[in-house]
């Protein structure tokens, strides 16, 4: 079926019984698709909407504009955070400082395996930093990421097993539709030239890579943090720190991180 996507998310300011009712009726008549509706936080509901006639859009917003109790808060063509929100119920907690930053705790794995397995979807090259305490979950992760956008993966460093460093790889391991995971204190902390050489060269295809512990590994190579597309932070609970303290005192507790 044809027809654009838009995101409406309205704020409600008395919910009375009906209202969902009469919204989906304007939608109805104006032949507007639901296609997901959810609570997102707050008294806000988001919905994904579809039409094949941008003029309805304009008509439902004038209709909107005038319905008491509701503010309309977002009506454009939804981005990746749009789809998240309606989908969960919840925003993604993005950092204000990088936009690139989200964050994400334990209870929210579900959430942050939907929203890598969007990203590896994505084609061409792209650079994902992945931040965690050791044993938080991040490359179970990336997998289910993995699984989910249906994407075959690549250890390329890990710790996840037992210690991988890959010095080379099998001409149908470098493919582009691969999750390429690479883990940044193993490959620059206990590693050898030619598996350097391996992530430099994997690092230039267009395809994704996924690095945990970024900032290890950009303290020790070439690349830098402007380098990366998107940073995720996995954390056990909200105010945990990610600190990489440990390194100083030798690597035990990220033997099996």
């Given at each position: 079926?044809?027809?654009?996507?838009?995101?409406?998310?309205?704020?409600?300011?008395?919910?009375?019984?009906?209202?969902?009712?009469?919204?989906?009726?304007?939608?109805?008549?104006?032949?507007?698709?639901?296609?997901?509706?959810?609570?997102?936080?707050?008294?806000?509901?988001?919905?994904?909407?579809?039409?094949?006639?941008?003029?309805?859009?304009?008509?439902?917003?004038?209709?909107?504009?005038?319905?008491?109790?509701?503010?309309?808060?977002?009506?454009?063509?939804?981005?990746?955070?749009?789809?998240?929100?309606?989908?969960?119920?919840?925003?993604?907690?993005?950092?204000?400082?990088?936009?690139?930053?989200?964050?994400?705790?334990?209870?929210?794995?579900?959430?942050?395996?939907?929203?890598?397995?969007?990203?590896?979807?994505?084609?061409?090259?792209?650079?994902?930093?992945?931040?965690?305490?050791?044993?938080?979950?991040?490359?179970?992760?990336?997998?289910?990421?993995?699984?989910?956008?249906?994407?075959?993966?690549?250890?390329?460093?890990?710790?996840?097993?037992?210690?991988?460093?890959?010095?080379?790889?099998?001409?149908?391991?470098?493919?582009?539709?691969?999750?390429?995971?690479?883990?940044?204190?193993?490959?620059?902390?206990?590693?050898?030239?030619?598996?350097?050489?391996?992530?430099?060269?994997?690092?230039?295809?267009?395809?994704?890579?996924?690095?945990?512990?970024?900032?290890?590994?950009?303290?020790?190579?070439?690349?830098?943090?402007?380098?990366?597309?998107?940073?995720?932070?996995?954390?056990?609970?909200?105010?945990?720190?990610?600190?990489?303290?440990?390194?100083?005192?030798?690597?035990?507790a990220f033997d099996i991180s």
């Amino acid at each position: 079926m044809g027809g654009h996507d838009w995101y409406l998310e309205y704020h409600i300011h008395k919910n009375r019984p009906g209202l969902l009712g009469d919204i989906a009726s304007i939608l109805g008549m104006l032949s507007i698709n639901i296609l997901t509706i959810n609570g997102v936080e707050n008294q806000r509901r988001g919905m994904l909407l579809r039409t094949d006639d941008r003029e309805k859009i304009h008509a439902l917003k004038q209709i909107l504009n005038r319905i008491d109790n509701i503010t309309i808060t977002a009506m454009r063509p939804p981005t990746l955070i749009d789809r998240m929100a309606v989908r969960h119920g919840r925003y993604l907690d993005r950092c204000l400082e990088d936009k690139r930053t989200y964050r994400f705790t334990r209870d929210e794995l579900g959430l942050l395996v939907d929203f890598l397995a969007e990203i590896f979807q994505k084609k061409g090259h792209q650079l994902i930093g992945v931040r965690g305490m050791p044993r938080v979950g991040k490359t179970e992760s990336i997998v289910a990421s993995s699984v989910c956008a249906n994407k075959r993966w690549t250890f390329v460093s890990s710790t996840l097993l037992r210690q991988t460093i890959r010095s080379q790889l099998a001409d149908d391991e470098m493919v582009p539709d691969n999750v390429y995971i690479i883990d940044g204190i193993v490959s620059t902390l206990r590693s050898t030239e030619r598996h350097h050489m391996l992530v430099r060269e994997i690092i230039r295809m267009q395809a994704t890579k996924v690095i945990e512990h970024p900032d290890i590994f950009v303290r020790e190579t070439e690349y830098e943090l402007d380098d990366f597309d998107y940073f995720i932070e996995l954390r056990n609970h909200p105010d945990e720190e990610i600190t990489y303290e440990l390194l100083d005192t030798g690597f035990s507790a990220f033997d099996i991180s």
